[in-house]
């Protein structure tokens, strides 16, 4: 966690089905759909992922990418036609110059990306843009393990001179403020804490 020191978090069954429902209606996921979540099953993506597959019918790949290695993830993208994946900015740094300069026999089936839990630059954008079909979708995903938050569907609409990407819009059902130390809405610019309402 941020703090540096690993902590247990209890999520409800009601929690984790908003989470699953959220991530369904997102993107229209269904039984012809094939997972691969590149997070482990000890997090809640890997969790969110798991469950979005299995209550949608869809395929669900659960491989370790440490073990793996980029080339078996992409080889695992292709023999599997894989459709939706997950994974981390710094983990798809590495793997996307194993699958080739464009879309092509390696990750050919792939429709939607998901990229979370770390901070996602524009040029994280730009290297999935070229490797991925033109039809094919970039989702930003910023949650806690608490409560999913915030996500887009990420387009060029929002590109500025930053080198990070927008966090995103917050979900249905949530509402969130930042407020400081005397629980006052904090202005635009300054640090505080982040509360989420869901």
Known sequence: GSTGRPKGIVNSQRNLLQRVAQSINAAHINAEDRFLTLASLCTIVGVRDTLTALLAGAGVHLIDPQRAGAREIVNVIRAEAITILFAFPALLRSVIPHGGERAGDDNAALRLVRIGGDTILWS????????????????????????????????????????????????????????DEYGCNTPPGEVGELIVES
Do not use: H, K
Request: hydrophobic share 50%.
């Open 124 to 179: 994280d954008i730009d290297l999935l843009r070229g490797w991925l079909a033109p039809e094919a979708a970039i989702q930003s995903i910023f949650a806690a393990t608490e409560a999913p938050m915030m996500q887009w569907f990420v387009d060029d609409s929002c590109r500025t001179d930053e080198a990070r990407i927008p966090i995103g819009y917050p979900l249905p059902g949530n509402r969130l403020a930042l407020i």
